[in-house]
């Protein structure tokens, strides 16, 4: 594995002045906010877990069945120009639905690289421990560190064919404005028929949607307010849990979904020394989870220099992994 070293402070004591100084920052603007990215530390991570197997939270099974039941067609897909690539995935997470993928690119035969890029250490030395035993003569090149950062020291390396692949929900986080953004920022690293593979959440019924940030037994709930306790355990914070709670809406409209944190009361934060004033009723915006009709993915691939080559849907039609080839 290689790391990516970001900056001159040790990382640990690094990610937690970044996480400090974003919390802060985004509190201090109106309305206030807190980033999504941090939901994620070891609590948070096991109840996301917890709410992939929740039946209201249906996009990862959605994406799981099309990596079980279509990877044939993906690797189809992706090999139609017979060349080695590198394939380069972006947040892979535990390799749960790659690695279908991976299994159906070495029973074709094709020769690739396979170069999971991730910001945690962690997730790298996993997949480096698990994934050589499962699949045999597999090539694994791990990188520890920011994507773009990640991929721009990979561009160093001698010009092969790229296949980047951002599975699950990564670019739902982002507004429609900010993926676009991602996007185009992505294709600077590729080539003319290099690909990518970018899945979406789709739009459907309405309540559905609402249903898989609002469910049933709470999960997501906790997930949201993990976010405050996280600030106590991490930045020395005096949130009161209970003085919150969890709100979710959904614009059918405009696709997106919001989460939210209520102050249930009006109260002084104290974060390292730094005090935050919250009225009653006063909301945080903790998370967009942004839906896509199949005409705007269209649409998005070709804005930022892509032309959609493949989209494979679940039986529903409810989530969509697409296939774009750079132009
Ligand atoms: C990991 C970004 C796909 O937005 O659906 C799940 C995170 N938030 N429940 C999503 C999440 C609340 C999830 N993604």
């Not at 790391?3 to 985004?26: H, M, W």
């Not at 940030?213 to 009161?240: C, P, Q, S, V």
Request: some cysteine.
């Amino acid at each position: 594995m290689i790391s990516i070293d970001t900056g001159e402070c040790r990382p640990s004591a690094k990610k937690n002045k970044d996480f400090y100084l974003d919390v802060i920052q985004s509190l201090k603007e109106t309305p206030k906010k807190l980033p999504s990215k941090y939901f994620y530390d070891k609590e948070g991570d096991s109840l996301f877990e917890a709410i992939m197997d929740s039946p209201d939270y249906y996009l990862s099974r959605c994406e799981m069945e099309i990596f079980t039941r279509q990877a044939k067609q993906i690797v189809d897909s992706i090999t139609a120009q017979n060349l080695n690539f590198e394939l380069i995935e972006l947040g892979p997470g535990n390799c749960a639905k790659s690695i279908h993928l991976l299994h159906a690119l070495a029973a074709a035969d094709v020769s690739f690289n396979y170069i999971p890029i991730d910001i945690s250490e962690n997730v790298i030395s996993r997949l480096q421990l698990f994934l050589p035993d499962k699949i045999p003569n597999l090539q694994f090149n791990g990188l520890a560190g920011d994507y773009f950062n990640a991929l721009s020291i990979h561009n160093l390396l001698p010009a092969t064919r790229k296949v980047v692949m951002c599975l699950g929900g990564n670019i739902g986080n982002m507004t429609i404005e900010e993926s676009n953004a991602f996007c185009k920022k992505l294709r600077s690293y590729l080539q003319p028929g290099d690909q990518c593979i970018i899945g979406f959440d789709l739009v459907k019924h309405p309540a559905i949607i609402k249903r898989a940030y609002d469910d049933r037994d709470g999960l997501t709930r906790k997930f949201n307010l993990n976010l405050l306790a996280r600030i106590n355990r991490e930045l020395d914070a005096d949130f009161r849990i209970g003085q919150f709670d969890h709100y979710c809406s959904y614009d059918p409209l405009t696709g997106s979904a919001k989460s939210y944190l209520v102050s249930l009361s009006d109260i002084a934060v104290n974060i390292s020394g730094t005090i935050i004033p919250f009225e009653k009723d006063e909301c945080i915006w903790t998370e967009i989870s942004q839906k896509y009709s199949k005409d705007q993915i269209r649409e998005m691939a070709v804005n930022n220099g892509f032309v959609q080559a493949a989209a494979f849907l679940d039986s529903r039609s409810w989530f969509m992994d697409a296939v774009w080839t750079a132009v």
